[in-house]
């Protein structure tokens, strides 16, 4: 008779299979299990059971399958549970187990399946599980696990996906590990692994993935590593790599995303990753890059994303870039990029977010960049960008922020770009603009930072302003204005910041304010 509703107990020797998982069970693990010595397969994951798991289990010898996630166990894992030699798949994972890792497991030879992620597993990792000769799948991540990572593991021939990112281990990338033929998905991130990347990893042939962001690694990239052509998704961000971008990788023709950014790497963008032809995002900011954008990255049609920025690269835009159709963001800022804003750009349609700030970019703003019109961020200020406001920009509908200011543009503002009813952010202060203040712009709804100041605007203050319900911040100060201050402005209640001092404003302060 077994009892399936409340505290667990079954003692039933001809059971063989138990599926039981999200089902508000509550109580222990049944050390009385342990008599059902046919059971081959446990699903009991999403419940609420406690308790510890019972080494007595270990005489369950024919168990296949258990699955015993999502619960609240505690205590350790059994040593005992190493007599388990027929246990091909094991989920304990989110969980509150405590204790080290058994090295009795080793004896565990059919396991494929490990999952003991997001416990309070602690110790090392035991050399003694590379004997588990069909592990496929470990995972470990998301705990307190210490030490170093075994050499020996490079026997595990079969193991194509390995977690053990977000823990506490130290010490280097083992080169045996290139052994590990198979691996497909390695994650390691989040640990505090120090010494260098392993050229011998090259034989990792399958690998797809692997991650090793936010350890301690140094040196160089290994040109070796070219010969990886299964590489998808690579990142290597925030180590303290150095030395340059290895012109090699060019050959890692399926790379979809690499990420390097924050680290020291320097030289220059290798002309030959134009070849690169899947790859989608590439982040290579917060280093130390010099030399100029290669007019060969025009080839990289499937790129999607590319951050540069806050290096010292220097030279021009590259008008072949135009070519990048799939690129929606771009962000060149904090560099020492000169020459002007290609006109050709304007065919970068699918363009949403481009980030050309902190430059020494000079010439005029293109009318012909008004084609961008899924463009939503653009932020240009800090450059030494002359001329006028296009006219066309009014077209740019979709526009959410535009920064121009810290630049030299002159002439008056484009009542058109009343059109721009979603900007939000608009910040042209510090140029030579003059003329007058477009009633026009009384369209823009949405906006909510207007920056103007330090300018020669002249002329007075619009009523028809009073439509920017939004606006809570406006800062005109250090221009020419004259006139009074609109006793229709009160109704503008979102205006929390006024900036109007050094102008000719004059007259009395209107009573109507008081409401604002």
Request: proline letters at 6%; glycine letters at 6%; charged letters at 10%.
């Amino acid at each position: 008779l077994c009892k399936w509703y409340g505290p667990l107990s079954c003692n039933g020797t001809d059971v063989s299979s138990i599926t039981l998982a999200n089902n508000s069970l509550a109580g222990t693990v049944p050390v009385t299990w342990a008599n059902m010595t046919g059971l081959q397969y446990l699903d009991l994951n999403a419940n609420r059971i406690n308790g510890t798991l019972p080494p007595e289990w270990g005489t369950l010898t024919g168990l296949q399958y258990v699955d015993l996630s999502s619960n609240n166990i505690n205590g350790t894992l059994p040593a005992t549970w190493g007599t388990l030699t027929a246990l091909s798949y094991l989920d304990l994972n989110r969980n509150k187990i405590n204790g080290t890792l058994p090295s009795t497991w080793a004896s565990m030879t059919a396991m494929q399946e490990l999952y003991l992620q997001r416990n309070n597993i602690t110790g090392t990792l035991p050399p003694e599980w590379a004997n588990m000769a069909n592990l496929q799948r470990l995972y470990l991540h998301v705990g307190t696990i210490n030490g170093t990572l075994p050499s020996q593991w490079g026997r595990l021939k079969e193991l194509r996906r390995l977690y053990l990112s977000t823990n506490n281990i130290n010490g280097t990338l083992p080169s045996e590990w290139s052994n590990m033929t198979a691996m497909q998905q390695l994650y390691l991130d989040a640990n505090s692994i120090d010494g260098t990347l392993p050229p011998e990893w090259a034989n990792m042939t399958a690998l797809s993935y692997l991650d090793l962001n936010r350890n301690k690694i140094n040196g160089t990239l290994p040109s070796t590593w070219a010969s990886m052509t299964a590489m998808q998704e690579l990142y290597l961000q925030r180590n303290n790599i150095t030395g340059t971008l290895p012109p090699e990788w060019a050959n890692m023709a399926n790379l979809q995303r690499l990420y390097l950014h924050v680290g020291t790497i320097n030289g220059t963008l290798p002309s030959q990753w134009g070849r690169l032809k899947e790859l989608r995002r590439l982040y290579l900011s917060s280093n130390n890059i010099n030399g100029t954008l290669p007019s060969e990255w025009g080839n990289m049609t499937a790129l999607q994303l590319l951050d540069l920025n806050a290096n010292s690269i220097n030279g021009t835009l590259p008008p072949e870039w135009v070519n990048m159709t799939a690129l929606y963001y771009l962000d060149l800022n904090t560099n020492n990029i000169h020459g002007v804003l290609p006109t050709t750009w304007a065919s970068m349609t699918a363009m949403q977010e481009l980030y050309l700030h902190y430059n020494s970019i000079a010439g005029t703003l293109p009318p012909e960049w008004a084609n961008m019109r899924g463009l939503l961020y653009l932020l240009l200020q800090d450059n030494n960008i002359t001329g006028t406001l296009p006219t066309e920009w009014g077209n740019m509908t979709g526009l959410l922020y535009l920064y121009l200011h810290e630049n030299s543009i002159n002439g008056a503002l484009p009542p058109a770009w009343g059109n721009m009813t979603a900007l939000q952010q608009l910040y042209l202060n510090a140029n030579t603009i003059n003329g007058t203040l477009p009633p026009a712009w009384a369209n823009m709804a949405a906006m909510q930072q207007l920056y103007l100041d330090a300018n020669s605007i002249n002329g007075s203050l619009p009523p028809e302003w009073v439509n920017m319900t939004a606006l809570y911040y406006l800062d005109l100060n250090r221009n020419n204005i004259h006139g009074t201050l609109p006793a229709m402005w009160a109704s503008m209640t979102a205006l929390k910041h006024v900036f109007f001092h050094h102008n000719n404003i004059a007259g009395t302060l209107p009573p109507e304010w008081a409401n604002m």
